[in-house]
């Protein structure tokens, strides 16, 4: 196993964020988690491959999906309990300026997002570290203009 890695994504579209607290995994019960989709372009996805993280190349595989032309990396995450079964420290998230924000972060917003990459024996994971917003959109829960999704493919997936 290798030494683990920062890296920082710097003006990022962010989606889906869950950054306040964090929330129930549907695919694991009793699993909470903090979590975005993250925008990404070719070339960081080959970065990553070559890193050892699992992640195909285009716009759907189960890593990635476009949004109105752009790819986002899905899902990462950090959990609310480390592998000791331990509460980790919340998820950080801070203004342009660096100092602390609870805010709940909208689509569209931009951001750096500061992540670990930890190598295990068979890839190498990501880990949501520090989220820094630099261009915040206010989250509206009545909006759902970037939801591509329609209500069916929506049921599908919660199936």
Same mark, same amino acid.
């Given at each position: 196993?290798?030494?683990?890695?920062?890296k920082?994504?710097?003006?990022? =579209? $962010?989606?889906?964020a869950v950054?306040r607290?964090?929330?129930?995994?549907?695919?694991?019960p009793? $699993?909470? =988690?903090?979590?975005? *989709?993250?925008? /990404?372009t070719?070339?960081?996805?080959? @970065?990553?491959?070559?890193a050892?993280?699992?992640?195909?190349?285009? !716009?759907?595989?189960? =890593?990635?999906i476009? +949004? *109105?032309?752009?790819?986002?990396?899905?899902?990462?995450? =950090?959990?609310?309990?480390?592998?000791?079964?331990?509460?980790?420290? !919340?998820l950080?998230? +801070?203004?342009?300026?660096?100092?602390d $924000?609870? +805010?709940a /972060?909208?689509?569209?917003?931009?951001?750096?997002?500061?992540v670990?990459?930890i190598?295990?024996?068979?890839?190498?994971? /990501?880990?949501?570290?520090? +989220?820094?917003?630099? @261009?915040?959109?206010?989250?509206?829960?009545?909006?759902?203009?970037?939801?591509?999704k329609?209500?069916?493919?929506?049921?599908? @997936?919660?199936?």
């Amino acid at each position: 196993m290798g030494d683990i890695k920062d890296k920082i994504f710097r003006n990022k =579209k $962010v989606m889906w964020a869950v950054t306040r607290a964090p929330r129930d995994n549907k695919f694991a019960p009793g $699993v909470k =988690k903090y979590s975005l *989709d993250m925008e /990404i372009t070719p070339e960081e996805i080959a @970065e990553l491959k070559a890193a050892g993280v699992k992640i195909g190349d285009g !716009a759907f595989d189960k =890593k990635t999906i476009e +949004v *109105d032309g752009t790819l986002f990396l899905k899902n990462i995450n =950090k959990k609310e309990l480390n592998s000791k079964g331990e509460k980790a420290p !919340a998820l950080e998230v +801070v203004d342009a300026d660096n100092n602390d $924000v609870d +805010v709940a /972060i909208g689509n569209g917003s931009i951001c750096d997002i500061k992540v670990s990459l930890i190598p295990t024996k068979t890839q190498t994971i /990501i880990y949501l570290k520090k +989220v820094r917003i630099k @261009e915040l959109v206010e989250y509206d829960a009545e909006d759902t203009s970037s939801n591509t999704k329609t209500a069916e493919e929506q049921d599908d @997936e919660d199936f």
